[in-house]
């Protein structure tokens, strides 16, 4: 049996995890699941594959959860420490896919127990890739990607030496305004750019692969993971989504990973590595199929790529800064506060006054600073935006 925890269990990524692992309930002893909000899909869950203990983020929802799952033998908490605690219970593999860069801290503490820490959450990598890596390394941590170019990427570097590789291709699929007028972009609407062409996924993301601002956050998790240098990193634009990424080496091969568009095939890949087996995802019928097609992304479309570019060559806590700025943009997008282009703006004007007026992003790459630079970085989005409005 194999103890499994899921950080992030309600959402899109969690409820997938959930479904593979509620397929061979034999296979597994669940000890933790997390969520926010949706208490009764976490005493739902908790109840279906028997968890140990059940944690909600939020400090006044412990009640709710409490009462959800009375009569029953599993444990409760609340609050962001017993997210990490939850992390810290012994298991051998935990998915983290919490979003945002509240999935840092407990992320890290499955590390520090020298756990397979499964990871969807690219916030981690991109507010503290070097702090997230020695982590693993120094208590035999594993880390494993999920986030589907990543674990494509992964998957068709197997039995490959990283020194041979020229280039990294990660694909994108445009999101939902790849054939809008630029003009048209001003006045798109939260519906609008809340439906994505080929994945279902939670709101936050499928938003940010609307503005490529989810591709700007893989391009820089790429660079993490794999350690290999920012002009080495390309992004492609492929409408199919059946092309996750590509893996190009010194004698000019290039190795692809193609799958469908289901998450269940990335969270299985990592579920069972080093072993691969059978899924319940679609197998692609090349023929029906019959066509691929590829576009260069057209920068003045996206500028979170240009941003995640300076990231990249910036280094220190500008990742932080980045996901920070641009989680506050988010937010106020959602809630109708600022239009659909001014969240790129935003996140330069973050970027630029940091830079300028603190010395934070050379900083040492702790948690403390990566939480403070979080902060300080969300405080100065959401002034700017005051100024903006008025
Ligand atoms: P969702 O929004 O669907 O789910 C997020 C999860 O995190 C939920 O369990 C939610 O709880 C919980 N949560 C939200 N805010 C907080 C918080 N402040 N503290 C603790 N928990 C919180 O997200 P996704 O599943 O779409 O994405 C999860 C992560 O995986 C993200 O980092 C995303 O970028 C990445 N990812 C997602 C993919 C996808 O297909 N969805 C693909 C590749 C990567 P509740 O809902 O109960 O409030
Ligand atoms: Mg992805």
Redesign the pocket.
């Known amino acids: 049996m194999r103890r499994v925890s899921i950080l ?7 409820q997938n995890t959930i479904d593979l692992i509620a397929r061979a309930p034999q296979d597994y002893d669940v000890v933790a699941l ?5 208490i009764s ?2 005493a739902a869950d908790a109840k279906l594959i028997n968890a140990e203990i059940a944690v ?2 939020y400090d006044e929802r412990l009640e709710d959860l409490r009462a959800a799952l009375a009569g029953t033998d599993i444990k409760v908490a609340a609050g ?1 420490a017993a ?1 990490s605690e939850a992390g810290a219970r012994p298991a051998d593999w935990l998915m983290s ?4 860069a ?2 840092l801290a407990p992320g890290l503490a499955a590390l520090e127990q020298g756990a397979t820490l499964a990871l ?4 981690s990598l991109v507010c503290a890739g070097a702090l997230v890596l020695e982590t693993a390394a120094r208590h035999g941590g594993r880390l494993l990607p ?3 170019e990543h674990s494509a990427v992964f998957q068709a570097l197997t039995g490959e030496d990283i020194e041979t590789v020229e280039r990294i291709i990660i694909t994108a699929s445009g999101g939902a305004f790849r054939d809008w007028p630029i003009e048209a972009l001003k006045t798109a609407t939260l519906a609008e750019a809340s439906s994505h062409p080929n ?7 499928t938003i ?1 692969s609307a503005s490529m601002f ?1 591709k700007a ?1 893989e391009l820089i998790e790429t660079k993490e993971y794999f350690g290999v240098s920012s002009d080495q990193i390309e992004v492609i634009v492929h409408p199919e989504s059946l092309i996750h990424a590509l893996v190009g080496h010194t004698d000019g091969a290039i190795m692809a990973h193609l799958g469908p568009p289901d ?1 269940r095939h990335a969270i299985g890949y990592a579920l069972h590595w080093p072993k691969r087996r059978e899924l319940p995802v679609s197998r692609l019928d090349l023929a029906q199929i019959a066509n691929l097609s590829f576009k260069a992304p057209d920068d003045a479309r996206y500028p979170a790529l240009r941003l995640a570019r300076d990231v990249m060559q910036r280094g220190g806590l500008s990742g932080a800064v980045f996901n920070a700025a641009k989680e506050r943009s988010l937010d106020a997008f959602i809630a109708g506060r600022i239009g659909f282009l001014d969240m790129a703006a935003i996140v330069e004007e973050v970027l630029n006054r940091f830079e300028a007026q603190t010395g934070l992003i050379d900083a040492a790459i702790t948690l403390d600073n990566v939480m403070q630079t979080d902060h300080l970085a969300r405080e100065w989005a959401d002034s700017i935006m005051v100024n903006r409005a008025g």
Request: aromatic share 2%.
């Open positions: 992030g269990a309600t959402g899109s990524v969690g997390t969520g926010g909000h949706n899909q976490l909600t983020a962001q997210l896919a919490i979003v945002g509240s999935g969807a959450n690219k916030e999920v986030d589907s994945w279902d996924m939670g709101q936050r993301i940010d989810n956050l998450m």
